[in-house]
């Protein structure tokens, strides 16, 4: 089975966006220069997984980053054709995440970067994460687009490790138990 894996940030009230989706004071605290471990993160995974809401603030950014195939999971957006320029970068789905993991398993996909609010929760409250990889900027935002978003149950986590970083990001790995 596709082992789900999250690496995000969020601020310290534990949003990971503002209510318009955007994220300018987490890209403040990026430029740092620190290495806060997603090119080890990355080098282990064989897919990403994103939401809409995820791929169009992404999309927003400039030239499109990732070093991975993106599956985007929107049902609006399986519509669509991909942009001619992330041909080959990124497919557009409207799979369940079920669906979509059992997709990745058949094509020899072995761990994937779930990333995206709402698909993190979806994911969790189907067992569908291994493990979390949770970076909190020293920012109080007071309202935003929360990471968890009360979820419908408890979820199980076992802390492995906390580090902190000169710029005041504090980042700690969870394994979630089952």
């Known amino acids: 089975m596709v082992t789900g894996h999250v690496f995000i940030a969020t601020s310290l009230d534990g949003f990971i966006a503002r209510e318009s989706g955007d994220i300018d004071w987490l890209l403040k605290h990026d430029q740092t220069g620190e290495d806060h471990g997603y090119n080890d993160f990355i080098s282990d995974i064989d897919v990403?997984?994103?939401?809409?809401?995820?791929?169009?603030?992404?999309?927003?950014?400039?030239?499109?980053?990732?070093?991975?195939?993106?599956?985007?999971?929107?049902?609006?957006?399986?519509?669509?054709?991909?942009?001619?320029?992330?041909?080959?970068?990124?497919?557009?789905s409207a799979e369940s995440p079920e669906q979509a993991m059992a997709t990745?398993?058949?094509?020899?996909?072995?761990?994937?970067?779930?990333?995206?609010?709402?698909?993190?929760?979806?994911?969790?409250?189907?067992?569908?994460?291994?493990?979390?990889?949770?970076?909190?900027?020293?920012?109080?935002?007071?309202?935003?687009?929360?990471l968890f978003n009360g979820g419908q149950r408890d979820v199980a986590l076992a802390h492995k490790g906390t580090r902190s970083f000169p710029s005041g990001l504090v980042q700690s790995r969870y394994e979630v138990m089952t």
Do not use: C, H, N
């Open 48 to 92: 990403i997984v994103m939401g809409r809401g995820t791929y169009e603030a992404v999309r927003g950014m400039g030239d499109w980053f990732y070093t991975r195939p993106v599956l985007v999971l929107s049902a609006q957006l399986a519509q669509q054709a991909v942009p001619f320029e992330l041909e080959g970068k990124v497919r557009f």
């Open 104 to 146: 990745l398993q058949s094509e020899g996909a072995r761990r994937a970067y779930v990333d995206g609010g709402r698909i993190i929760q979806s994911f969790l409250a189907l067992d569908m994460i291994s493990d979390m990889v949770i970076t909190r900027v020293p920012i109080l935002l007071g309202t935003g687009r929360s």
